[in-house]
């Protein structure tokens, strides 16, 4: 588990060119849509209503 998330960490960086800032910004940015995604759904499970979109997509 460990070697994979320094993997992870290693890619998501030279994704960013090398910038550790540019790194932290980019995971925030994610971080703050899946919050917004998880306020929706939320949202969605305690009204009831039914989800009309499927995430086709994966982080990594």
């Known amino acids: 588990m460990r ?3 320094e993997f992870q960490i290693e890619k998501i960086v030279a ?3 090398g910038d550790l800032h540019g790194a932290i910004r980019a995971l ?7 919050e917004g ?3 929706a759904l939320q949202s969605a499970l305690a009204t009831g209503e039914r989800s009309r979109r499927r995430a086709n997509y994966s982080l990594h």
């Not at 925030?28 to 899946?34: A, D, G, I």
């Open 37 to 39: 995604e998880l306020v």
């Open 15 to 17: 994704a960013c060119d």
């Open 28 to 34: 925030m940015m994610v971080n703050e849509y899946l």
């Open 3 to 5: 070697k994979r998330a």
